[in-house]
């Protein structure tokens, strides 16, 4: 099976166990590789677009109908909770519980391609730090739907 684009050399925050893996590979709207650099390339076909993450993050999306604020609902989430949770922990009750669906809200082989882009990694960021990340893309079914423009960024 080719991919019709693979996502390497980022962080991508699976939300499946704590998982961290490089690069991602989606074949229309679902997910079919998640895992290292290397093995995402096997999916490789002439029509594959290959992005380079250049260390920049993925987390799944948690609210397909509003993707764009993802950013001001961490905040908000992060303002209103404990302080002593983790980033892990706030990211995981906005994806993961907060899905209705079985194949959304993780990024796992077979799952919906979901996805946006962040140009930091919530993960190593305190609470405070939070406002500093960008939403530099989002796709939806695996497919392109924003795309931040240097002047938003």
Same mark, same amino acid.
């Given at each position: ?10 962080n ?15 074949? %229309? ?7 290292? @650099? ?6 490789l076909?002439?029509?594959?677009c290959v ?8 987390t799944?999306?948690? @609210?397909?109908?509003?993707p764009?604020?993802?950013?001001d609902?961490i ?6 909770? @404990?302080k002593d949770?983790?980033i892990y922990e706030?990211? !995981?009750?906005?994806t ?8 959304t809200?993780?990024?796992?082989e ?5 996805i ?6 919530p993960?190593v960021?305190?609470? !405070?730090?939070? !406002?500093?990340i %960008? ?7 695996g497919?392109?739907v924003? !795309? ?6």
């Amino acid at each position: 099976m080719d991919a019709s684009i693979i996502f390497i050399n980022g962080n991508i925050v699976t939300m499946d166990n704590g998982m961290i893996a490089e690069a991602l590979a989606v074949e %229309n709207e679902r997910i079919l590789y998640v895992g290292d @650099n290397s093995q995402a390339m096997k999916y490789l076909s002439v029509d594959t677009c290959v992005v380079n993450l250049k260390g920049k993050t993925i987390t799944p999306v948690y @609210n397909r109908t509003n993707p764009l604020g993802f950013i001001d609902d961490i905040l908000r989430e992060a303002a209103e909770s @404990n302080k002593d949770n983790r980033i892990y922990e706030l990211l !995981e009750s906005m994806t993961l519980k907060a899905s209705r669906d079985k194949k959304t809200g993780m990024i796992r082989e077979g799952y919906l391609a979901d996805i946006v882009v962040l140009d930091s990694n919530p993960l190593v960021l305190s609470f !405070e730090m939070l !406002e500093s990340i %960008n939403l530099e893309s989002v796709y939806i079914d695996g497919s392109l739907v924003y !795309e931040a423009t240097k002047r938003e960024i």
